[in-house]
């Protein structure tokens, strides 16, 4: 089953992410201490540890949780089959995907060691219902019910 393997933050735009033993996610805000929440629906970045460890082979790099600005980290979950409006459930609480990467032409200021993955393989979501998130969390995956 996919599972939350870390929750990153920074207190400052453009520093790196540091993993915390927990986080707190506010609906329509994003994660509690982050620089980049509450500035727009994109509250929350998610990349999967597999795409870290798949940038550190190809570039020589020594990527971890957090290294590409990203504030979930992710195991055992195909980002790439999300669609928009995709949900899922994280601890307690419930995000929706309202962005897969970044146009290659959108702002992008974060790299590790020159290398940005999270407008390859990253996904933005808001947050739909708050909650206290753990690494080792499940992440079940749903589709938006259709009105």
Request: net charge negative; hydrophobic share 40%; aromatic share 4%.
């Amino acid at each position: 089953m996919p599972r939350l393997i870390a929750i990153n933050r920074s207190s400052a735009r453009n520093e790196p992410k540091t993993p915390l033993p927990a986080g707190e996610l506010v609906a329509g805000y994003g994660l509690v201490g982050d620089a980049h929440a509450g500035l727009s629906e994109r509250e929350v970045s998610v990349v999967a540890i597999e795409s870290i460890i798949a940038a550190n082979e190809r570039y020589n790099i020594q990527a971890g949780p957090g290294s590409f600005a990203d504030n979930l980290t992710t195991e055992g979950l195909d980002l790439s089959t999300l669609q928009i409006g995709s949900r899922l459930r994280v601890g307690s609480a419930l995000l929706e995907v309202v962005q897969i990467g970044k146009p290659p032409t959108a702002a992008h200021t974060y790299s590790f060691h020159g290398v940005s993955i999270l407008p390859d393989v990253g996904i933005f979501c808001r947050v739909l219902e708050g909650g206290q998130v753990v690494p080792g969390d499940a992440i079940e995956v749903s589709v938006k019910p259709h009105p």
